[in-house]
C-alpha cells in the first residue's frame, strides 16, 4: 500500500493503495481512512554559512560545486565545478524509515547504493517481521529513477519474476515516504528548501568528523530550488502533504557532503497522528553503481490486491 496525503478542510487522509508502506498505514490505523529547543553554538560554520551549507548539499552529492565557495545557480545542472569531489557522485545507502501510531513502532529498513548524478539507485528493503500479516517477507528489490520507482517481490498477487512500476510523479507524496525509503537524492533537495538552519555541534559520525545542523524545510521551496530530475516529485509532495514544512537534522562532513539526514513527516489523520521519521546514511563514497531498469515485458500491468 502506498501512504497518500490529501488536503482538506477537515484535515489530511491516509489513503491505503499500492506499495510497501501498507506496513506502515496499518500501524497507524489505516484501512481505507485513518487516522525543542535549538541549541545555537557559535564557531564558524553557523548563522549564514550554516545555511548555505544545508542548500548546497544535493549540489555536492552529485559533484557539480564543492563543499565550499559559491553555490550553483538553483535548478541548474553544470559540469563539475573546479574543487568538486569526484568521489562524490556516488555512495553506499542505509536507510530506516520509522512510523509510531497509537503506541506501536514499526521500522523498514534498506541497503544498496545510489549515484547522486544520475539519480539513480538500488536497494533491498526489509520489512519487519508480521508487518505484512505473515511471519517473514521476501526482501524487496527497489531500483529508483528519476520519476519513476521499480519495485520486486512486491507480493500482492504479483507475479516474483515481475517488476511494478510506479510514476512518483502522479504520487502524492512524491516518493518521500511510498517506498519504506525517502529516495536518496529526494532527502538531500529538501535541504535546497531549509529556512530555518540552526547549527548545532561538531560531532563524529562512524569515525568521520561531522557538522550537525537542525532546521525545517519548506517542500514547496525545494521543490522549486531541485534540480530538474527532481523537481516533478517534490512538486507532487509539495501539494500532497497537509503540511508544507519538515522538520530535519543533517550531518554534513568536511567536505560538504551529506553523511546522514533525517527527516520527520507527520500525517495527521482523523484517528491518531502518525509520524513518519526516514533517516537516510551514505558512506563508502565513489562506489561502483550499476542500475539497469527492466523492460517493458518484465514490468507486471496486472491488478494488484489491495493488502
Known sequence: MVVQQHRSGGGARAVCALAVVGVMAATAGCSGSGGGGDRAV??????ADALDAVHRAAAVLAGTVSGTGTAAVAGAAPAPASGADPAAGTAEVLTSMETAAGGTRVTIRGRGTYDFRSRSGRLTVVLPKDAAGQDEHRPITELLA???????NRGAGVPADKWVRVDTTAL??????????TDPMAAAELLRGARQVTYVEKTVLAGVPVRHYRGTADIGLAAREAAPGSRAALAAAAKGFRKDTVPFDAYLDEQGRLRKVRHRFSFANEGPAAEVVSTTLLYGFGVPVSVRLPDGRDIYTGQIRQE
Not at 557559535?42 to 548563522?47: C, I, K, S, V
Not at 528519476?146 to 520486486?152: E, K, N, S, V
Request: avoid cysteine; hydrophobic fraction near 35%.
Open 42 to 47: 557559535a564557531d564558524e560554520r553557523g548563522g
Open 146 to 152: 528519476p520519476g519513476a520507482l521499480y519495485m520486486m
Open 172 to 181: 502524492e507524496d512524491g516518493n518521500l515516504v511510498t517506498g519504506g525509503v
